[in-house]
């Protein structure tokens, strides 16, 4: 189970899905996923929306730099201008660093 | 739009629900949102769950003290030990403090 260390950067995406164009989005982020990926300091991708269109993505950065160049990613941005020119209605950004993580996992066989 | 701001604390639940006691999960859950709201420091919630039952909870705090008074809330552990004990297949708890913050509403009107 991966938990980001301490000083990784979590850049917390929370958006309103517009009904349009649910086949060009659901490419779009998978295309976003597979960007963000390839960059150096990736560290990791969480993401969920709920049935009332409520989404909340997490990506996880080495450092504060990978966080900057993911944010200027040319590829980055031009699905970014897509997704304020159909697919949201809102979004918040919040770029937060790391104190502490853990995990609990159900233990298994008794 | 609320967003968060620099300095104040994210905590970052994310969850795999089991498939038991949906209907006793969705009482725990409001009256987790219920408790957190009653706290000195609190500034709001976000909380997603995916059809996949992947779930992404964020509460915002003004400060560490205050998300440290939430981790140590009797009736929070209390709903906690619920959640270990029923609800969840695994979880990660990720703490991080904010570094920026902006949002985007579509315009409207034209």
Chains 1, 2 share one sequence.
Do not use: C, K
Request: avoid cysteine; aromatic fraction near 12%; charged fraction near 25%.
């Amino acid at each position: 189970m991966f938990t980001p260390p301490p000083g990784a950067i979590a850049v917390i995406f929370l958006s309103g899905r517009s009904v349009a164009d649910a086949q060009g989005y659901g490419a779009a982020a998978d295309a976003m996923v597979e960007a963000a990926s390839r960059m150096d300091g990736y560290l990791g991708i969480d993401s969920t929306r709920g049935e009332d269109g409520v989404g909340i993505t997490i990506s996880w950065w080495r450092d504060e730099a990978a966080a900057i160049a993911w944010r200027d990613d040319p590829e980055h941005a031009r699905i970014r201008e897509s997704g304020r020119a159909v697919w949201y209605d809102w979004y918040r950004v919040i770029v937060a660093t790391v104190d502490r993580a853990y995990g609990w996992t159900r233990p298994t066989g008794d």
